[in-house]
């Protein structure tokens, strides 16, 4: 079971916008704006696509967009495209110098 | 452009100690940044498994802390992990990445494409 909560899978049309759920505790999400989202294609290394909470690394699609409230962080894809389609991962800082990572979700495009 | 390069055997015995190495390009491993390997067990999340910055400074997982042993050889420009006493649960895609700051926290922002282990008598 991993440290971090996501949904197995959620879906959207073109065009439409989804949100991702990521649910910790308040030792890791809740106690630390040090929250990552990242994008992995089938047999692609996972690629940092929000940090501190909502800030997107230059060259990530302001389409993408990260926000917070208590222990649960989120990931928004807005105006969905096809490409969108991968494996998203949430991670957070935990204390002590240790990360957690989420389970990860796929988000298929329809 | 900085990139890691992930090897080792793709198959360890239960019981053994799983050796495996991140060879880093375009960067060096002596820069002022940790390094980290996270792992990805088929069809599941990602876990990490620790970090290591150039002067063998470390900190791993709590639920690994007892079997792994990273280190860095900064002639090579290469990264190091050993994982003891390995078991099925252990298989699982390992990465290694680059840890850095940006905004107010430090992230991992490059990866390598990963290694399979698998683990099988």
């Known amino acids: 079971q991993s440290a971090l909560t996501q949904p197995a899978s959620v879906s959207g049309s073109p065009g439409q916008s989804i949100t991702i759920s990521c649910t910790g505790t308040?030792?890791?999400?809740?106690?630390?704006?040090?929250v990552s989202w990242y994008q992995q294609h089938p047999g692609k290394a996972p690629k940092l696509m929000i940090y501190?909470?909502?800030k997107r690394p230059s060259g990530v699609s302001y389409r993408f967009s990260g926000s917070k409230s208590g222990n649960t962080a989120s990931l928004t894809i807005s105006g969905l495209q096809a490409e969108d389609e991968a494996d998203y991962f949430c991670?957070?800082?935990?204390?002590?110098?240790?990360?957690?990572f989420g389970g990860g979700t796929k988000l298929t495009v329809l | 452009q900085v990139q890691l390069q992930e090897s080792g055997p793709g198959l360890a015995k239960p019981s053994e100690t799983l050796s495996l190495t991140c060879t880093v390009s375009?960067?060096?491993?002596?820069?002022?940044?940790?390094w980290g390997w996270i792992r990805q067990p088929p069809g599941k999340g990602l876990e990490w498994i620790g970090s290591?910055?150039?002067?063998?400074?470390?900190y791993y997982n709590p639920s690994l802390k007892s079997r792994v042993t990273m280190s860095v050889d900064t002639s090579k420009n290469q990264l190091s992990l050993r994982l003891s006493s390995v078991t099925a649960a252990d298989t699982a895609l390992y990465y290694c990445?680059?840890?850095?700051?940006?905004?107010?926290?430090?992230?991992?922002?490059?990866w390598g494409q990963g290694t399979l282990v698998s683990v099988s008598s």
């Open positions: 501190d909470v909502s």
């Open positions: 990445a680059r840890r850095i700051q940006l905004g107010t926290w430090f992230y991992f922002d490059t």
């Open positions: 308040s030792s890791d999400v809740g106690g630390y704006n040090y």
């Open positions: 375009g960067y060096s491993i002596s820069n002022n940044n940790y």
């Open positions: 991670s957070s800082y935990r204390s002590s110098d240790t990360w957690v």
């Open positions: 290591i910055f150039h002067s063998g400074s470390s």
